[in-house]
């Protein structure tokens, strides 16, 4: 199956996020940032020198993750918020930086680099003066053990706005995107387009677990490839529903259908998810 980051709405979501933290995260923890240079400056906040003047000299404290931002805490207290966007990727590397294709951003370090790459140009990297302050705006990060059945169906539940609108609102639960979406409502069999205000506590709480339990499977199959965005992933060869229009549901043998909601395409099975008001 070929897919594209970008196209229907997909882009690197929490496990694509969470593969990129693990591989990176040991080789970054303890490394001294001595100087951040951009091709693309506009992508950078507050400014690109004001971004290069507050990160130099800092330590990288161990990275962590939020939805699907990528944070660097630093040893002053401050910390770099990284969104990938619909084609980021960021690479760890060591000797001399050598500019590359798509390469938008490269942060030098006291013992090699961490350089990001973005070919369509949606990813942004920002500096914060805190932790707080960089997950300013996020809902509670939807692998969060915090987040139990009955927080996730205040956050979810109420409004007559589409389930699946709630899901991508990362106000509400961070992480979830247009893959996983599609595939948490096949497993929980509910609509896309029923309002969340009509879910039920058990619903929600059978939502939870099936958005859980697609986010750690693909986190173990190292997220979804999608063509060369996201190389090594396997997670593709297991989507159920997504980017499978047309196709036979694997659970009842009826086609696969597409819609659009608020611009963005989502897949389901009408036999197994009915619409219910």
Not at 9 to 32: N, W, Y
Not at 191 to 211: D, I, K, N, Q, Y
Request: charged share 25%.
């Amino acid at each position: 199956m070929s897919l594209a980051f970008g196209q229907g709405g997909a882009v690197p979501e929490l496990p694509e996020v969470e593969c990129t933290l693990r591989r990176i995260a040991s080789d970054l923890t303890g490394r001294r940032i001595l100087s951040f240079r951009s091709s693309w400056p506009r992508k950078v906040l507050p400014s690109c020198a004001e971004f290069a003047r507050r990160v130099k000299g800092r330590a990288v404290l161990p990275p962590r993750r939020h939805g699907k931002r990528l944070l660097l805490p630093l040893s002053d207290g401050g910390v770099v918020s990284v969104h990938l966007g619909m084609s980021g990727h960021l690479e760890y590397g060591q000797g001399r930086a050598a500019e590359g294709r798509h390469r938008r951003a490269v942060f030098i370090l006291d013992r090699g680099r961490l350089e990001f790459f973005d070919a369509r140009k949606f990813g942004r990297i920002a500096w914060h003066p805190s932790l707080d302050a960089a997950r300013e705006g996020l809902g509670p990060d939807a692998l969060d053990p915090a987040l139990d059945a009955e927080a996730f169906f205040r956050q979810i539940a109420g409004g007559q706005r589409p389930v699946k609108s709630a899901l991508l609102d990362q106000a509400r639960v961070a992480g979830i995107g247009n893959i996983y979406s599609d595939e948490a409502l096949f497993g929980a069999r509910i609509h896309p387009l029923r309002p969340a205000g009509t879910l039920s506590r058990r619903e929600a709480a059978t939502l939870l677990r099936c958005v859980r339990r697609v986010l750690e499977a693909s986190i173990r199959r190292q997220g979804t490839s999608i063509d060369w965005v996201w190389p090594g992933g396997r997670m593709q060869h297991h989507l159920k529903v997504y980017g499978r229009s047309g196709q036979p549901c694997p659970r009842c043998k009826k086609a696969v259908q597409k819609i659009v909601i608020a611009g963005r395409g989502c897949h389901f099975c009408p036999a197994c998810q009915p619409f219910l008001r």
